[in-house]
């Protein structure tokens, strides 16, 4: 994926740590902005923040937790995002809810889990109780639908996120995957079951 987006994209934000991955991908180093935890950047007067996570990184034997993982604060004058990255429960969605929220627009991850992998990622009804932490004002299910990595049916995290979002009162969107959306139109984003 970076290699296709690489001449794209003017600047690639990631934790500690990853910005070799990207410079072995092609990508020139002066387009890298390596950030640690609560540390932030601007671009264009968009303010990048660099928030907890909960999970782990590494693919192979013997590079466990060598890069950092994280999530992400995008602010600027025309809203306020939240991307949640890979990511189990934990108390640091109401720490950036109250410290960065509220916020239009919360990505959170909601799909390829089991008990097994709790603490790295969460289930829809932990997701949407992240969203509500972190005073979403819209919820949106992500890392459902591209890759299958656990025992679940492949529509079961959108539908458990939208029954419990439903339930909780906590705004839901459910795009199509490519569909693009516009922050004047979170109001009226497709919420239909096109998954079925």
């Known amino acids: 994926?970076?290699?296709?987006?690489?001449?794209?994209?003017?600047?690639?934000?990631?934790?500690?740590?990853?910005?070799?991955?990207l410079t072995k991908w092609g990508i020139n180093n002066n387009n890298i902005v390596e950030m640690n935890w609560n540390e932030n950047s601007v671009y264009k007067e968009i303010n990048i923040h660099c928030l907890p996570s909960r999970h782990f990184s590494g693919r192979g034997l013997f590079n466990r937790n060598s890069?950092?993982?994280?999530?992400?604060?995008?602010?600027?004058?025309?809203?306020?995002?939240y991307?949640?990255?890979d990511s189990g429960y934990g108390k640091h969605f109401k720490e950036i809810g109250n410290k960065y929220g509220p916020f239009d627009l919360t990505?959170?991850?909601?799909?390829?889990?089991?008990?097994?992998?709790q603490h790295s990622h969460m289930f829809p009804k932990e997701s949407v109780q992240a969203a509500i932490d972190l005073k979403a004002d819209f919820y949106m299910s992500i890392h459902w639908g591209a890759f299958v990595l656990s025992m679940h049916h492949w529509t079961e995290p959108v539908e458990k996120a939208k029954f419990y979002a439903d339930q909780k009162k906590q705004k839901i969107i459910t795009p199509q995957i490519g569909q693009?959306?516009?922050?004047?139109?979170?109001?009226?984003?497709?919420?239909?079951?096109?998954?079925?």
């Open 67 to 81: 890069t950092l993982w994280a999530s992400w604060a995008i602010i600027s004058r025309y809203g306020k995002i």
């Open 107 to 117: 990505l959170i991850d909601s799909g390829q889990y089991n008990k097994a992998w």
């Open 180 to 196: 693009i959306i516009k922050f004047n139109q979170l109001n009226t984003t497709n919420t239909n079951a096109w998954w079925k």
């Open 1 to 21: 994926s970076i290699k296709l987006l690489k001449n794209k994209v003017k600047k690639f934000y990631v934790p500690l740590g990853l910005g070799n991955h």
């Open 83 to 85: 991307f949640s990255g």
